[in-house]
């Protein structure tokens, strides 16, 4: 049987930036490696996060950060999943 030896233990840094139009959110943690949307099967544990992201998010990319990558993503007020307008007739 083979021997199961968990992830290394990697560091994030989260940060939020409040803009007029939204909120935009910064993620940063030490791979290097660019973010990818993955379609396919959940089960291949890589890039499904960034579907999410992509659902998500007004606009979103990564840039260099301390010699790994900081990911960011544009969150719009009042807009859902693929810019729908969800601000008339939402609970406050």
Not at 12 to 29: P, T
Not at 44 to 63: E, S, T
């Amino acid at each position: 049987m083979p021997s199961v030896t968990p992830p290394p233990q990697r560091c994030y840094e989260l940060e939020l930036v409040g803009r007029s139009d939204g909120v935009r959110i910064y993620v940063a943690d030490g791979p290097a490696s660019r973010p990818a949307v993955v379609h396919g099967s959940p089960i291949v544990g890589y890039g499904i996060g960034m579907r999410i992201v992509q659902a998500l998010a007004a606009n979103w990319g990564a840039d260099e950060h301390h010699g790994g990558k900081r990911v960011w993503a544009d969150l719009a007020i009042g807009r859902g999943p693929s810019g729908i307008d969800e601000s008339e007739g939402s609970a406050p």
